[in-house]
């Protein structure tokens, strides 16, 4: 494997399926639609971030670590997968709550992700800002530096774009497990359609793929920042992580396709685009997709088959990033339903 000399804590369950989805495409009367299920990465409900944790738990563990931090949004599937993360590895476990999303009902509280943080005894903090990453990173740094004095051993995940994407290499297996998907099904694949964040998935992805000489566009629907800003970070860390897994210099400019048109009105909030690929893809399928992430990346896909982007004799995959406990904080999905 490309990332085999890093330390790695075994944590998800891999390969996820690789299926097609019948009922979306004949809906949809456009590309063949497949989806990668990293929503059934197992650790407390799965998605994305079980991949990534693997690369900051296996570090952790080589440094002798007993307290793992974090930082999130309230309903932050990171922080709940890291939660489950530490308690599988034996180790206490913190987590920074930011407000991202002011205004939210209480479900987006009490629901869903932080239930679930609760449920396995993460001891909980709050922080005031939701868009200042490096602060929020230098308040975990301070938390550890308390638990050193008190004679612990913390190791800090880190969020903010200055930091080494060591998460990213979870993505990169997950592209050497695609390719060989793809290989096995005898399938050509036209794009891979994902929602973009911290750009750990979107990063990895592409130097995996690229490493292993694949040509697949890789579609990022943007969940937190606008275009601009996301298309450079993913540039950035995806140039880091070619150069961490012995490829430098194979990721261009041209590499970067972002849009955030189902950003709208940002991060965390639901548009009728995305309510309705929330609805659709439940409906057609029995897939659960979230409103913070999958379910603008859905919109995103729906929007480019609907738009002729690709045509009828192409395949696509939906990459199922999780976070579907987030939608126990979003009473607004039925709501708008009904
Ligand atoms: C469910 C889900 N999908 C996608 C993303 C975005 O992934 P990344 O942060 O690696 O860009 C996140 C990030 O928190 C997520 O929780």
């Not at 200042?132 to 308040?139: I, K, L, Q």
């Not at 301070?142 to 994407?165: F, H, T």
Request: one cysteine or more.
């Amino acid at each position: 494997m490309l990332t085999d000399k890093f330390p790695r804590a075994i944590l998800s369950h891999t390969p996820t399926p690789l299926e097609f989805l019948k009922n979306m495409t004949s809906n949809l009367g456009g590309a063949d639609i497949w989806i990668k299920r990293d929503d059934c990465t197992g650790l407390a409900m799965g998605g994305n971030k079980s991949r990534q944790l693997e690369y900051y738990l296996g570090e952790a563990i080589a440094q002798k670590a007993d307290t793992i931090l974090i930082t999130g949004a309230v309903q932050s599937n990171y922080a709940r997968c890291a939660v489950a993360a530490a308690r599988k590895c034996g180790m206490e476990v913190e987590v920074q709550l930011e407000d991202r999303t002011p205004d939210r009902p209480q479900e987006y509280h009490n629901s869903g992700n932080p239930y679930l943080m609760k449920m396995m005894g993460a001891k909980i903090h709050y922080y005031p800002d939701g868009e200042d990453e490096e602060g929020a990173d230098n308040s975990l740094y301070e938390m550890a530096e308390k638990l050193r004095s008190d004679g612990k051993n913390p190791y800090v995940i880190p969020l903010s774009g200055s930091q080494p994407p060591l998460g990213a290499l979870g993505y990169v297996d997950c592209a050497e497990e695609l390719l060989q998907q793809f290989d096995e099904l005898k399938l050509q694949v036209d794009g891979i359609i994902i929602g973009t964040g911290s750009a750990m998935t979107h990063a990895g992805l592409l130097a995996g793929l690229r490493a292993m000489a694949s040509k697949i566009p890789v579609y990022g629907f943007c969940v937190r920042r606008d275009k601009a800003s996301q298309t450079l970070r993913v540039f950035e860390k995806a140039k880091i992580v070619a150069e961490m897994i012995g490829h430098p210099g194979i990721i261009s400019a041209d590499d970067i396709w972002v849009d955030d048109r189902m950003l709208r009105p940002g991060y965390g909030q639901l548009n009728s685009d995305v309510l309705s690929a929330i609805h659709k893809t439940a409906e057609c399928e029995g897939i659960l997709i979230d409103p913070v992430y999958t379910g603008k990346a859905m919109a995103g896909l729906i929007y480019l088959v609907e738009n002729k982007h690709f045509s009828a004799d192409q395949n696509i995959v939906f990459l199922h990033s999780g976070g579907t406990p987030a939608v126990f904080g979003y009473p607004e999905i039925l709501e708008e339903k009904l």
